[in-house]
């Protein structure tokens, strides 16, 4: 009898340890710290010719202007807001905010060679998407190149909107100087999108125009056209002059530019400020740069 109690406790007793042992785990941990790291991406594509000749050698071209239609097309991808804006440039070889001039084919009483810069106008599609209500700094009138180009008849008068497709143009020595939206119309220096400061509305928000391909509403992709209209007598009559950038009379010393500082509405005003009054045959050359940069 001892004895079958001893084999029924010992029986127990196994039992006990397999089950204890059949729950029983070992277990062992070690851990992986994954870290992001979102690298902010300014990406600008350019499509179109890297030069754009004018070449007016009929009287037609001078009365009318030349137009290069849809010469340029600028393409945006930004992991951040952005604004973007095109700034017209030379070396500086004839002084601040004016085209070189390598070639003058003959001299003339009363020509010049100091041509402003602002005499090219650009025009962009579709318009700047911060000129709005939303960014209180901007005037829908001047702070984009999406107004039409103005017909000769209308652009000669000084009741135009001074520089109304006029490029923006900052001193050579500081070529990235971003444009200054104002709320004053005629005077707001412009932006292809976006505008100046952090106030909300003033910049696009990040994207990219292979997400956003529709030509008519994105605010990433736009088409430039240019133009350029001597008139006769050669006085680039779209850019009647005003005292936004300081006095005509010396216009080396001008600051950014959007409304010429060189007068040349009616021919009955200088070209330059130095007695001209008319431009001089000739080569000129002058750049654009379009930036494009995280808004700040």
């Not at 009559?237 to 005003?242: C, E, Q, S």
């Amino acid at each position: 009898m001892k004895t079958n109690h001893l084999k029924k406790a010992l029986l127990v007793l196994g039992t006990i340890f397999a089950y204890n042992a059949s729950y029983a785990q070992l277990q062992e941990e070690k851990n992986v710290t994954i870290t992001m790291d979102l690298q902010p991406i300014l990406q600008l594509k350019m499509e179109g010719p890297d030069q754009l000749d004018f070449t007016f050698d009929e009287i037609n071209e001078y009365y009318s202007g030349i137009v290069k239609y849809g010469a340029t097309v600028l393409k945006v991808s930004s992991t951040v807001s952005f604004d973007l804006w095109a700034a017209g440039l030379s070396q500086g070889q004839q002084g601040n905010l004016r085209w070189d001039n390598p070639v003058e084919y003959a001299s003339a009483t009363g020509a010049t060679d100091n041509l402003p810069l602002t005499a090219l106008e650009l025009r962009q599609f579709p318009a700047n998407p911060s000129v709005a209500a939303t960014c209180a700094t901007t005037v829908a009138a001047s702070s984009d190149y999406s107004a039409f180009f103005q017909p000769i008849t209308s652009a000669a008068t000084s009741t135009m909107t001074a520089g109304n497709n006029s490029i923006y143009c900052p001193v050579p020595t500081a070529p990235y100087t971003s444009p200054t939206s104002t709320s004053v119309v005629g005077t707001s220096e412009k932006y292809i999108a976006g505008g100046s400061g952090t106030t909300a509305g003033c910049s696009v928000a990040g994207g990219s125009y292979i997400l956003n391909s529709n030509a008519n509403t994105s605010s990433y992709r736009y088409v430039l056209d240019y133009r350029i209209l001597p008139n006769l007598p050669v006085t680039f009559p779209a850019h009647f002059a005003t005292a936004v950038v300081g006095p005509p009379a010396n216009p080396s010393n001008a600051v950014n530019s959007t409304a010429p500082y060189m007068v040349a509405a009616d021919a009955a005003t200088t070209l330059t400020g130095d007695g001209s009054t008319y431009a001089q045959p000739g080569v000129y050359t002058m750049y654009v740069k379009y930036i494009l940069a995280q808004d700040q």
